[in-house]
């Protein structure tokens, strides 16, 4: 035991009392919430990937602004590509957990056990396939959230002036959600500066070759989505031993036939779990037939398709974006540049709303999350590594180099909590499609003002992300066109997606 002094005592119950009323405010939403649910892959809440945002959803930390400490720094533009958030499933999916219902109940009704009987007596369907994908409450208040964080993260820019003036522009995929979606993040800066006024008007524009790049590149549709070779490290990994394992553990606790619980029915299950937690914030009875490692299993899954389908796997798939790259690069090279006294102020913010299918090629062509051994049907073990929960890191040096200190104590035990809501950390793949693309994903490039020049700073879901190769968080931006040449003068989309029909077919290349 060490001693502390009276005073030194308070403070220590004053920030053990802290601790324990933000595990009070968090522990209703986090009780609901099932142990899977950071294993939805881009099914995967926002919330799952920023915890905090569980006790409070406007939380800003200005910390992840890293411009150099040494050099005086003021944000002049930002660039926001954004996925749309939490939505109905599409018609397929509704289709699929359909049939997976009516099996259910019509085969699994003589099976043994509580658990199902309380399923068939507690959950019915109500899903139907007008729903089609379409933002859900959930997924509007979602962008709403992060547009009030935004705007308290760069009152400059983001400011009622700047949008009431149409300085800061709004795209658009041509997809309802996404639509729906850039009117939730104009509603949500309206929120965050209060009544004044008459309410703008929805101001953006719908620009598919820019959001929905993938449907436009011949190379991309005949190479990848159409080719039945092009995603056959999926099929083998469906078709393979754990997917089995899971497979038949699950017709086993429905009380049905293996052969009738089909990987896409298995699959349906799963995101049912999914479903009715973005959508209705449930910890649905469907979620409680997966254990972790059934969800670990299926979470790969989901991501050796989108690593072979929108990523590493073939470059066709990240090339597809070009259009998108080149547009914030002008937008940026733009912003940077010094400008003349009669010429027009650049816009202080851009806000692009799209898909996972959007966001994941960007950020591929960017050279992000690619692991030095491609995720394959036949690696799932190598690709996971040891996991580590928050209340891994005990800071008992802290502790001994000042054991007298009540607030070194105290500080100690908020850190302890801090982390203990956080993610589980993998030592494994970095290509995790529920870490880079939930619901609402984001990917901000924030150029910055600065004595030696312009600097360039990117976060992916408010997190600080580096660019590869270059050591700051925030590298003069010049240094960053250097690292991009190659693509800033070649990545024609005609060449790339229209070119020579033997350069359209998938890159084997890794």
Known sequence: MFRVSAPGQRRLLAGLSLVLARLCCCSAAAANVPNIAVYFGTKTRY????????????????????????????????????????RYPTVKNVRRINRLSELVRTEASRAPGGWLLDLQSRWETWYTEDMDGQLVTKGREELQQLARRLASLFPSLLSEENVRKRR?????????????????????????????????????????????????????????????????????????????????????MLGLPFHRLTPDLLEAAFFLCSYELSIKSLHSPWCFLFSETDAKVLEYKSDLKQYWKRSHGHAISSLASCPLFHHVFRTLDKAGRPRRSTEAAPEPASILVGHA????????????????TPPTASNYQSQHGKRNDGYRSVRDEELKSDPGSAESAGAFWIRTWESSLTRPVFTGRTFRTSRIVPYAANLLFVLYDCQRGPRLQMLLNETPLRFPDLPEDAPLYRDVRAAYRHLLDGCDFHTECEGRAGGRGPSTEL
């Open 47 to 86: 919330e799952e990937v920023n915890r905090h945002l569980l006790r409070d959803v406007l939380a800003v930390n200005a910390s992840v602004l890293k411009p150099p400490p040494t050099e005086r720094c003021s944000p002049v533009h930002l660039t926001a590509v954004i996925r749309h958030g939490s």
């Open 168 to 252: 800061v522009s709004f795209v658009s995929s041509s997809k309802h959600r996404c639509v729906s979606s850039v009117e939730a993040f104009q509603e949500g800066l309206w929120q965050h500066w209060g009544p004044s006024g008459e309410t703008p008007a929805y101001s953006h524009r719908v620009e598919d070759e820019l959001m929905r790049f993938f449907e436009r590149c011949r190379g991309f549709v005949e190479g990848v989505e159409n080719n039945r070779t092009a995603l056959l490290e999926v099929e083998k990994f469906k078709h393979g031993e754990q997917m089995e394992a899971v497979r038949r553990r699950i017709a086993e």
């Open 357 to 372: 299918e959007t966001l994941l090629p960007l950020l591929s062509l960017l050279g992000l999350y690619k692991d030095e």
